[in-house]
Every structure is written in structure tokens, then in C-alpha cells.
């Protein structure tokens, strides 16, 4: 028994049991699922007749219980950072692994590999998983209501972070395989090798035409359902009246007047309406909120401006650390509007459009801003044309923007709170 690797198998037990006892279902099943996975060690010594080495096996349990154990705890909501430490190790294991498995099997059945192909191979395969992961969170986004892939310098600094640790690890790698491998667990790597390269060969043998079809079927389902799932974007209600100039102003214990929450708890506060997350177990960041301050008004049959101030509230270490507002156009519900949001985390001001509750990225810019300031949000949109501005500065201009008519609102995700005092509308002329 490897010792270290059931206590990392125990520690997910102990988690699933601890987040059923404080009621949160999803983190306890994440973590039943992370003991699960990491048990495939097992499985294969058990197929393959061989023993799998304890460094072999002790970083694929570590992997499983990082990856598992970081989604049950929301980890990556918690701190900015951690997938920028997830990502790269779990990279980097999967580089050490490969590189072993090669190694061994090299030295197992005396192959003339040298160990530059080793090395080279261990790196290559980690990279490409490293990019692999983020089709997965692409495709996560695309089709689920998620938030993984931030922004794209979000998406490229984990590439970046993944190809360092896989360049590490290769080394690394080699290291241990001599310095810490025994001769017998060489032996053994190797053989786990030898079944891991043929026996999945044997069953491509046995049933290469069916998996291919199966393969070739899901690859073109996926494509028919992205391209049906961006199509059929909800119609505005019939008997909207047009929309008017005029402003909102909220103040502490009144309620958002003229207003109707689509999503999320809006709170009454001194700095005016704010987005929080009132829900237990937290945190609850990567839940957005929408507010609709017009229902039953439509605007965009003539050129209109919305203006608002907006707080961004600085969470507490270790309580979330999402920081984001925004103002949300073109509602027709609230899983489908477009959207303007500066993010004072990612330092971006970006445009979107949510289609059945997935954001499509039109347009992104760098903008930074911190937590805890007053800023001015400005939107000016004129047909397909949208305008945005931060503090009376002009950040970009996108022509071609689909569905800008309808209600207005506004958005926010937060792990503290996103407060919202004044807000304007004003049809025909900027203000």
C-alpha cells in the first residue's frame, strides 16, 4: 500500500463528508468524483498484471486531489492566482509521467531511444495537455452558464504558466527517474508502459471502424449544436412602450423603484443598490446579477446614452475575488442581452453578448482600475453601434452589434459588492 497516496484518497473522502455536512452538494460531489478518478492507478496495476511504482502512482493521486480538492473548495473563486498554480503543476505532472512511462519502457525492453526523444516527448505531451485544458474550459463556457477563461490574457498567461511547468518538469523528471527510482520500479514503469501503448491498440484493432464513426459523430454533433445553440435569441415582447430620458437615483433602506431583479440578491446600502451574495455555502462569485430598471420599455429606436457610477468593492483575503460591473442593454431576458463590464480584477473592459446564458466576446480592451474607487460607466448606443466609456474616456467603439433593442439594466459579479448610486438614460444625444 502507498501510503501517502491513501491519505491524499482519504483527504477527498474527508472533504465530500465535510461539504455534505455543511450542505453543499456540488463541492461534496466534485470531491467523491476526485477519489474516484484518483483510484484509476488501482484499475490499471489490477488490467495490467504490474505493480504501479509509488512515484508513479503518488503523482497522479497529488494531481487528482489538487485539481478535485481546488473545485469542491472553489479555490480558484477564492484567489486569483490559484489556477495560475493548478494549471502549471497538473501540467507538470502529466510531463513527469510521460516522461517516465518512455523512459522505462526504454530501459524495460533495452530501446534505443536517447534521452533528448524523452525529454522532448514528456514536454510536448504536457504542453499539449496544458492546451487541451483550455478547449475544455472554452467549450465549458461555450455551452454551460461558466466563467473559466476570464479574459485572453487570462487564457494566454495559463498557456504561458503551462509551457514553463512543462519545461521544469521534463527535467525534473529525469532527475528523479535517476536519482529516486529503484531498479524494480524502473522495471515496473516500464511494463505499465508496454500495456498502456497496447492494450487501448488492441481494442483501435478490434473496433477501429465503430470508434471511428462514434468519434467522427460526436465531432459533427458538436459542431450542429454550436451552431443551433447561437441561433434563436428570444424575440423583444410585443407592446413595449419606447423608452424616455430619465435617471434613477438609489439611496440606502429605498427600494430599486421601477426596477425587477432577474438575477441574483440586489441590496439596498449607502452606496446605493448593490449586487451581493446572500447564499450559504459561499462563496458565490462567479454568479452573476442582473437588475432591469425598465421593464415593459424598449429602447433603440432612436440613438440612446446610459450612464452610471458604480463602486467595485475590494473583498476580503480568502472570501472571493471577482470585482466586476457592468451595464446590460437589449434584454430580451436574463440569459440573453448584451453587456458592457469593466472588470477591476482582470483589468479589462470588455463587450459581450449572452445567448442562452453563455457570453460571446465581441470586443475586450485593457483598462485597469482598482477595488474600492467611484468610476463612471458610459454606454452610447446607436443601432448596431456601441460606444463605451469609462471617467469620460472613450475605450472603444464596435459596429455590428446584434440585438442592442430592449430594456436596460444593470450587471455585476462580485465576492463582495458591486454598488451602483446614480443612473441616467438619455435618448437622441449623449449627455
Not at 502529466?94 to 525492453?109: N, Q, V
Request: hydrophobic share 45%.
Amino acid at each position: 500500500m502507498h501510503l501517502v497516496s491513501w491519505l491524499l484518497r482519504g483527504g477527498l473522502l474527508a472533504l465530500a463528508a465535510f461539504q455534505l455536512a455543511t450542505r453543499n452538494t456540488s463541492g461534496a460531489i466534485v470531491a467523491f468524483e476526485g477519489f474516484v478518478v484518483s483510484l484509476a492507478p488501482l484499475g490499471i496495476s489490477r488490467l495490467s498484471r504490474t505493480r504501479v511504482p509509488r512515484p508513479l502512482e503518488l503523482a497522479f493521486v497529488f494531481g487528482m486531489a489538487l485539481q478535485f480538492g481546488s473545485e469542491s473548495t472553489k479555490l480558484f473563486e477564492l484567489f486569483y492566482y490559484w489556477d495560475k498554480l493548478v494549471h502549471p503543476t497538473l501540467v507538470a505532472l502529466t510531463g513527469m509521467i510521460s516522461a517516465w512511462l518512455l523512459i522505462g519502457y526504454r530501459d524495460a525492453f533495452a530501446k534505443r531511444i536517447p534521452i533528448h526523444f524523452v525529454a522532448a516527448f514528456g514536454m510536448l505531451l504536457a504542453i499539449t495537455v496544458g492546451a487541451m485544458w483550455e478547449f475544455v474550459e472554452f467549450s465549458t463556457d461555450w455551452f454551460q452558464y461558466s466563467d473559466l477563461q476570464k479574459s485572453n490574457g487570462d487564457t494566454l498567461t495559463d498557456i504561458m504558466s503551462n509551457d514553463i511547468g512543462a519545461f521544469v518538469a521534463t527535467l525534473l523528471a529525469l532527475y528523479l527517474y535517476v536519482h529516486v527510482f529503484t531498479q524494480e520500479q524502473r522495471q515496473q514503469t516500464g511494463h505499465i508502459a508496454q500495456w498502456l501503448a497496447h492494450g487501448p491498440l488492441v481494442l483501435v484493432r478490434r473496433y477501429g471502424r465503430l470508434v471511428g464513426a462514434a468519434l467522427t459523430l460526436v465531432v459533427v454533433g458538436l459542431v450542429a449544436y454550436a451552431i443551433k445553440f447561437d441561433q434563436g435569441v428570444p424575440a423583444l415582447a410585443e407592446g413595449l412602450a419606447p423608452g424616455t430620458s430619465r435617471e434613477w437615483h438609489f439611496a440606502d433602506s429605498a427600494p430599486a423603484t421601477d426596477a425587477q431583479v432577474l438575477r441574483g440578491d440586489w441590496v439596498p446600502d449607502p452606496r446605493g443598490i448593490c449586487r451581493e451574495n446572500l447564499e450559504d455555502p459561499k462563496p458565490g462569485s462567479e454568479k452573476m446579477g442582473i437588475l432591469e430598471l425598465t421593464p415593459g420599455v424598449t429602447y433603440g429606436g432612436d440613438a440612446f446614452t446610459i450612464q452610471t457610477r458604480y463602486y467595485e468593492e475590494r473583498p476580503e483575503v480568502s472570501h472571493g475575488s471577482e470585482m466586476d460591473a457592468g451595464i446590460a442593454f437589449g434584454i430580451r431576458d436574463a440569459d440573453n442581452f448584451d453587456l458592457v463590464e469593466q472588470n477591476a480584477l482582470h483589468d479589462i473592459l470588455r463587450l459581450d453578448e449572452f445567448i442562452h446564458g453563455t457570453r460571446r466576446d465581441l470586443r475586450e480592451k485593457l483598462f485597469r482600475t482598482h477595488g474600492n474607487e467611484w468610476h463612471t460607466l458610459s454606454v452610447v448606443v446607436s443601432g448596431a453601434s456601441v460606444t463605451a466609456s469609462v471617467d469620460g474616456q472613450p475605450i472603444y467603439a464596435v459596429t455590428d452589434v446584434p440585438n442592442t433593442d430592449g430594456p436596460i439594466g444593470l450587471w455585476a459579479r462580485a465576492a463582495g459588492a458591486t454598488c451602483f448610486s446614480d443612473v441616467s438614460v438619455t435618448v437622441g444625444h449623449a449627455p
